[in-house]
């Protein structure tokens, strides 16, 4: 009734941020069965890292204990199910020595899917700027959206989470779009859908998550400015440059001729921050992007008066045949070198919205967010990433959907690129 599903039940009720709020009340938790675990999973998973170092202190070696009794050591419980029918899982004594290892000496229970890979800087500085591939998190600002069933939010809102949760989730590159408004704030928007969120509060989260990872660098693309005017603008830029972000790259900084040759670690330098991560800034647009990919979710056979999804069918297996028709599509576009005059390469893994496309969400009771879901995209990308050798930015809706899956892959391939590159 309520046009949601299991996953959304979860988010549209906010339920895990406001456990996340009292978890520290649970004092003898032990086995948290949540559901959708990639929202503020990591967050709760930190918590109870703090719950399980206070019990380490409790049970100390010399005083009587040789370990933490396992069960007392506070984890998520990653709650499965099929269908409608739940799978319980329960661990009876004795427990694994593998299990008990791991309780003795504390080390972090993180999430399986949920990890972060870091690979080395040493190993990827030298590949072009414009070979190496990313997740770009494709209007990143819509993840700071309050959760909505109004129209306005299910054709807008595409992302879950801020940006530093999304490069938890795998996203390297983040497309945003400035909203100047009367008041002198910068807000974030997505075509017509303003929201009440300063840009600058967006761009201090990823220069918190760039400090974490110094060893990485991540990218920031301009695009779409509203109003689009030189104005608008300036103040965007001065928004970036004011948190001690570079210039923009064929914006207020140097021309996009710059790109010509760029290495990765060459980026890094000129996107180098004060709190030692690396963020490069560049506008959007024919001279510095080169921007691949227009499939839509929702098609119309000939006149009729209903759309036919990108859903696979009921019981089916099998991607359905738009989903096919992206894969194969990507595919093929990063089968084709980077241009040799640098511009990187902006391919969309997303799909393509215009008025007639939400009237199919309306028809389906989807959302952005849920497309993603429902046509299984990510995995099936996730299939078939290790094809995509010069797939350069590969922008995602709902980053957060297996995002991890398809990071991994483009790591395999940056290893790779690493190979050919290095000396």
């Not at 599903?5 to 009340?25: A, G, Q, T, V």
């Not at 996730?382 to 790591?411: F, H, P, Q, W």
Request: hydrophobic share 40%; net charge negative; proline share 5%.
């Amino acid at each position: 009734l309520a046009s949601s599903s299991l996953l959304m039940d979860e988010y549209f009720s906010r339920l895990n941020h406001f456990l996340l709020d009292r978890i520290d009340k649970l004092a003898n938790i032990n086995m948290l069965q949540v559901e959708n675990v990639c929202d503020h999973g990591l967050e709760l998973n930190a918590k109870l890292e703090e719950r399980a170092t206070v019990l380490g202190r409790q049970y100390p070696k010399g005083k009587g204990y040789s370990r933490p009794p396992v069960f007392s050591i506070p984890f998520l419980f990653v709650v499965p199910f099929l269908l409608s029918r739940w799978l319980v899982i329960s661990m009876k004594p004795p427990v694994p020595p593998a299990l008990t290892g791991l309780a003795s000496s504390m080390i972090p229970l993180s999430l399986v899917g949920c990890l972060l890979i870091t690979l080395s800087a040493a190993s990827v500085d030298d590949i072009p700027l414009n070979h190496y591939p990313m997740i770009m998190s494709h209007d990143a600002g819509m993840g700071y959206t309050e959760d909505s069933l109004q129209n306005i939010v299910r054709w807008s809102k595409n992302q879950v989470g801020h940006l530093k949760q999304q490069v938890d989730c795998g996203a390297r590159a983040f497309d945003m779009r400035g909203a100047c408004g009367d008041d002198g704030v910068v807000r974030i928007h997505h075509g017509i859908f303003v929201i009440d969120v300063p840009l600058r509060k967006a761009l201090e989260d990823l220069i918190a998550a760039a400090g974490e990872r110094p060893e990485e660098l991540l990218l920031v693309q301009y695009q779409q400015y509203l109003p689009d005017t030189e104005e608008c603008r300036r103040e965007v830029w001065k928004v970036s440059e004011e948190l001690g972000l570079m210039k923009s790259l064929g914006g207020g900084g140097d021309s996009c001729e710059k790109l010509r040759g760029l290495t990765v670690g060459e980026a890094k330098e000129y996107g180098k921050l004060a709190n030692g991560g690396h963020i490069f800034v560049f506008e959007a647009g024919d001279n510095c992007t080169l921007g691949r990919g227009n499939l839509n979710c929702y098609t119309k056979p000939d006149d009729s008066q209903t759309f036919e999804s990108c859903f696979p069918a009921t019981g089916s297996s099998e991607p359905s045949a738009g989903v096919t028709e992206m894969v194969d599509t990507l595919v093929g576009l990063a089968s084709v070198l980077p241009p040799e005059d640098g511009r990187l390469l902006s391919t969309a893994g997303h799909w393509q919205y215009n008025l007639e496309q939400f009237t199919g969400i309306v028809q389906y009771h989807s959302s952005l967010l849920m497309d993603v879901y429902f046509s299984d995209l990510h995995y099936w990308i996730a299939n078939r990433t290790l094809e995509m050798d010069y797939v350069g930015l590969l922008g995602l809706d709902n980053v957060c959907d297996r995002g991890l899956g398809i990071y991994n892959k483009l790591s395999q391939r940056i290893e790779e690129l690493s190979a050919i590159y290095s000396g």
